[in-house]
């Protein structure tokens, strides 16, 4: 599985270069002047401002989990759905999840990570109790894979290592997900799709 994982990845850090040496090859040519890199930059930020609003207004609201004493997280009722909820109520302070444009009471998990600085969301993809739904962590990669290879190469200083970690602990999370539901959910301990996040960060140092 992690060797498949690390195939996947390689490819997909192959293509990321390759867009990334378009976009490389037509600033050389058309991206002289000072007033045409300067341009580039508000355009790329506008472009960032617009995509990261746009995706966080069409992210599902999900119900905030409400820990019980008693039962950790356990008695969440008849509607509970530890799929997009969280498998156990481990609430924590310090990875809040945004509200943004839901009602009370409940969270915009597509916000959260659009809106986090790439370390914040390598610690919400990693170790945050929530489970992130397929939605959320696909439309978030490829948000950050389009951004990624636009951004890296224009005229401010820019880096590509740690967008490369977020969208690493991405594809790794969902590939958890995948495993944990149809091919391990049978066992008493279920796989943790945040150590495949883990292994799917760590990959990305190599591609």
Do not use: W
């Not at 190469?153 to 997900?177: D, E, K, N, Y």
């Not at 391990?184 to 799709?193: F, G, Q, W």
């Amino acid at each position: 599985m992690f060797a498949m994982m690390g195939v996947g990845g390689g490819l997909l850090g192959a293509l990321f270069v390759y867009f990334n040496l378009i976009f490389a090859r037509a600033r050389s040519k058309y991206m002289r002047s000072v007033l045409a890199r300067i341009g580039e930059v508000v355009l790329v930020a506008l472009l960032t401002t617009v995509i990261v609003f746009g995706l966080s207004v069409s992210g599902k609201c999900v119900d905030d989990i409400v820990c019980d004493d008693d039962s950790m997280g356990q008695g969440q009722g008849e509607d509970y759905d530890p799929e997009e909820n969280g498998v156990l109520c481990c609430f924590q302070p310090s990875l809040p999840m945004r509200q943004f444009n839901c009602p009370a009471g409940q969270h915009n998990a597509l916000a959260t990570l659009l809106y986090s600085t790439p370390p914040s969301a390598v610690q919400y993809l990693l170790h945050s109790c929530y489970n992130f739904h397929y939605y959320t962590l696909v439309i978030y990669c490829a948000a950050m894979f389009f951004l990624g290879f636009i951004t890296y190469g224009i005229s401010i200083p820019s880096g590509v290592f740690v967008p490369c970690m977020t969208i690493g602990a991405a594809l790794g999370r969902i590939v958890g997900h995948v495993y944990s539901v149809n091919i391990h959910s049978n066992l008493i301990d279920p796989a943790d799709p945040g150590t495949f996040g883990l292994i799917g960060m760590q990959l990305s140092h190599f591609n």
